[in-house]
C-alpha cells in the first residue's frame, strides 16, 4: 500500500477515535449502507461510508463468497454493519446478501 493510503487510513483513525460514540449510534449493526472502497490489503478493504466521514469501515475478505476478488478501490459497495470494533473503533461490515425470489 503507498504511503498515502496509510496517511489516509491514519487520518480517518483519528476521527474515528474522536467521534467513535457518534458513529456507533450513527450505524447499528443491522445497517445497510453504500460505501466506497479507498485502500485494498490482503485482508480485506478499507471503506469511506456514505454520509459518515469520520467513520473508517472495514470489509473482511472473509465475508465474500468463497472465491471472490475483493473489489478494487474506487468501487461502491451495498454493505451491512456487522459489530463496531471498539479498540480500533471500526465498524465491520459485510456485503448486503442478494435476495433471490423464487
Do not use: C
Not at 13 to 33: C, D, M, N, T
Not at 59 to 84: C, F, K, Q
Amino acid at each position: 500500500m503507498s504511503p498515502d493510503a496509510w496517511s489516509l487510513l491514519d487520518g480517518r483513525a483519528e476521527r474515528a477515535r474522536r467521534s467513535w460514540s457518534e458513529i456507533k449510534s450513527a450505524l447499528p449493526v443491522g445497517e445497510r449502507v453504500r460505501a466506497r472502497v479507498i485502500a485494498a490489503m490482503p485482508f480485506g478493504v478499507f471503506v469511506e461510508i456514505d454520509g459518515q466521514p469520520d467513520a473508517l469501515g472495514l470489509m473482511e475478505i472473509t465475508t465474500l463468497p468463497r472465491g471472490s476478488e475483493l473489489p478494487a478501490v474506487g468501487v461502491y459497495l451495498d454493505l451491512v454493519v456487522v459489530n463496531h470494533a471498539a479498540h480500533n473503533r471500526q465498524v465491520r461490515l459485510r456485503p448486503v446478501e442478494v435476495e433471490v425470489s423464487g
